[in-house]
Nanobody, 127 residues
Framework: QVQLVESGGGLVQAGGSLRLSCAAS????????MAWFRQAPGKEREFVAA????????YYTDSVKGRFTISRDNAKNTMYLQMNSLKPEDTAVYYC????????????????????WGQGTQVTVSS
């Protein structure tokens, strides 16, 4: 089973930027789509962004479109989330995850289609 380690979270003022990284262990990284989810205090985990296995397709939840960019470097077994123009409502623990099925044709926004979650990285945006 793949292991995922997120990094890059922190405290930033509104309007600032952060870049999250997700390092994956194991082989066949490029066979799987990956995604970022987040969970704010007292709320359910929600989809943020997903990227197809070769990085050719990306998907975002409406609230982050135009501000966040998901990317991946398959040679480094690493996925990224560049977050710009951060807002206080972006405050949450951010988790990376990998699709439970290889070569999926469509990228899913459903957390049930993913497994091997990382431990999460805290992002706090102050107003």
């Amino acid at each position: 089973q793949v292991q995922l380690v997120e990094s890059g979270g922190g405290l930033v003022q509104a309007g600032g930027s952060l870049r999250l990284s997700c390092a994956a262990s194991g082989s066949f990284f490029s066979n799987y789509a990956m995604a970022w989810f987040r969970q704010a205090p007292g709320k359910e985990r929600e989809f943020v962004a997903a990227i197809s296995r070769l990085g050719l397709s990306t998907y975002y939840t409406d609230s982050v479109k135009g501000r966040f960019t998901i990317s991946r470097d398959n040679a480094k077994n690493t996925m990224y989330l560049q977050m710009n123009s951060l807002k206080p409502e972006d405050t949450a623990v951010y988790y990376c995850t990998v699709d439970r099925k290889p070569y999926r044709v469509t990228v899913s926004r459903n957390s049930g289609d993913y497994d091997s979650w990382g431990q999460g990285t805290q992002v706090t945006v102050s107003s």
